[in-house]
């Protein structure tokens, strides 16, 4: 039984988050996406909304479940029985972070913690939540970037009010 964990801030989820969801899902029998914080960002909107929306938006996927990770990541990984980490890759620069934190993780988890990295689809590999946060923020159009099931409530909860 071949579970795994898809890590990330999802702030807020895109429509690249969502393929690496559906391509686990075939790929490995259990799928945990965890919205895990990252010291290094400040978060407009809550974990939980961010894992709700999530949730919605892979209910048509029986074996992905969605979890809020408070503490360290390999630790989690350890406590709820995954062999892997599973990360998108869009560029080089994605490598570099993702690299370290793949030692970071092995070491934490006293190596049984492994990382598997799958290349974003080349529709999605301009896409981040950052550009998504930005044109929702100005009241732009976001349909094209994030589920459909959860854009509405997306764009508001990031459309800044003066
Ligand atoms: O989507 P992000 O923000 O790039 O995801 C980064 C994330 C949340 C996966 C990373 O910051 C993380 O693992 N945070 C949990 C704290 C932790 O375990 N840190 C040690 C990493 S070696």
Same mark, same amino acid.
């Given at each position: 039984?071949?579970? +795994? /964990?898809?890590?990330?801030?999802?702030?807020? /989820?895109?429509?690249?988050? $969502?393929?690496?969801? %559906?391509?686990?899902?075939?790929?490995? &029998? %259990? +799928?945990?996406?965890?919205?895990?914080?990252?010291?290094?960002?400040?978060?407009?909107?809550?974990?939980?909304?961010?894992?709700?929306?999530?949730? !919605?938006?892979?209910?048509?996927?029986?074996?992905?479940?969605?979890?809020?990770?408070?503490?360290?990541?390999?630790? *989690?990984? +350890?406590?709820?029985?995954?062999?892997? $980490? +599973?990360?998108? $890759?869009?560029?080089? #620069? &994605?490598? &570099? @972070? =993702?690299? #370290?934190?793949?030692?970071?993780?092995? =070491?934490?988890?006293?190596? !049984? @913690?492994?990382?598997?990295?799958?290349?974003?689809? =080349? !529709?999605?590999? *301009? $896409?981040?939540?950052? @550009?998504?946060?930005? /044109?929702?923020?100005?009241?732009?159009?976001?349909?094209?970037?994030?589920?459909?099931?959860v854009?509405e409530e997306i764009?508001a909860?990031?459309?800044?009010?003066?």
């Amino acid at each position: 039984m071949s579970k +795994v /964990i898809c890590p990330g801030s999802f702030n807020p /989820i895109t429509l690249g988050h $969502l393929n690496l969801f %559906e391509r686990c899902s075939k790929l490995f &029998d %259990e +799928v945990v996406v965890a919205v895990t914080p990252n010291s290094a960002k400040t978060y407009l909107v809550t974990a939980e909304q961010r894992a709700a929306w999530i949730a !919605r938006a892979t209910a048509h996927l029986p074996n992905v479940k969605v979890d809020v990770c408070t503490g360290l990541l390999a630790e *989690y990984a +350890v406590k709820n029985g995954a062999v892997a $980490l +599973v990360k998108g $890759l869009r560029n080089p #620069q &994605d490598m &570099d @972070i =993702e690299s #370290q934190m793949y030692f970071g993780n092995r =070491e934490i988890s006293g190596g !049984r @913690i492994d990382t598997v990295f799958l290349p974003t689809d =080349e !529709r999605y590999t *301009y $896409l981040s939540s950052t @550009i998504v946060r930005d /044109i929702a923020g100005y009241g732009g159009e976001i349909r094209s970037f994030v589920p459909d099931c959860v854009a509405e409530e997306i764009a508001a909860a990031y459309l800044r009010r003066p």
